[in-house]
């Protein structure tokens, strides 16, 4: 008889964002679970090599086979985005890695910036704002948190709503100081609501931290 062993045991070793999100108990047996982590590591090998379509479909025998595995809900992401006729299936694959790993913030900003490629903005919205309420639990020190509010900010600008993103790219840039691309965004919503000052100091330290694209800027709107 199999020896079932239980979820947590690998999943503290596995997550690559500890955090406090709470999941539902699974009980795993040892020879799936070793099963998995063998096909999760032939999976990054095949995502290195951009070999996407074949990652994709070997995590799919986890994902069926093991449904608490968290690997594979992430590295499915980072194979099937590239994939353009695969993005409702990840999506959906996202949506059920909520459902055991609840409060997964990582989990929340993948779905978002799959919205996002989608024009989906509002979708987006939300799920960035699930990322970024998980992260105030979860903790803050998560190397992807600047970019929950960066990329909820993005979808703001790309709605009109030019004032709802300003402080979500002042937080960005709390977290991530002297990240050019947050800067080159806010100086455009800053000139969008009429603050040309703010929006071209904000373009001037982006080109002097090394953006190669707020020259154009500065040239249209800084004389």
């Known amino acids: ?52 379509e074949t990652a994709v479909r070997i995590l799919e025998s986890v994902l069926k086979d093991d449904p608490s595995f968290h690997p594979a809900y992430l590295n499915y992401y980072r194979a ?25 913030d990582e989990m929340a900003y993948y779905l978002g910036n799959l919205f996002q490629k989608e024009n989906r903005y509002e979708e987006a919205i939300a799920a960035y ?55 080159t965004n806010r100086g455009y919503a800053f000139y969008k609501t009429d603050n040309s000052e703010a929006a071209c100091e904000d373009w001037k330290n982006a080109r002097q931290l090394g953006s190669k694209v707020t020259q154009k800027y500065l040239d249209s709107y800084c004389r």
């Open 1 to 52: 008889m199999r020896t079932p062993i239980f979820l947590l045991t690998f999943l503290i070793f596995f997550m690559g964002h500890t955090s406090a999100f709470s999941q539902k108990v699974y009980d795993v047996e040892l020879d799936v679970r070793e099963n998995s982590v063998v096909i999760n590591n032939t999976a990054l090998e095949l995502i290195e090599e951009e070999k996407h």
């Open 80 to 104: 099937g985005k590239n994939l353009s006729e695969k993005t409702d299936r990840v999506v959906e694959v996202l949506k059920t890695g909520l459902k055991i790993f609840e409060e997964d």
């Open 129 to 183: 704002t699930e990322a970024i309420n998980y992260s105030k639990v979860n903790g803050e020190d998560f190397p992807l948190v600047w970019a929950y509010y960066f990329n909820r900010a993005n979808c703001y600008l790309k709605t009109n709503q030019y004032k709802k993103s300003l402080p979500d790219y002042d937080y960005a840039l709390t977290l991530s100081p002297g990240n050019y691309d947050v800067l």
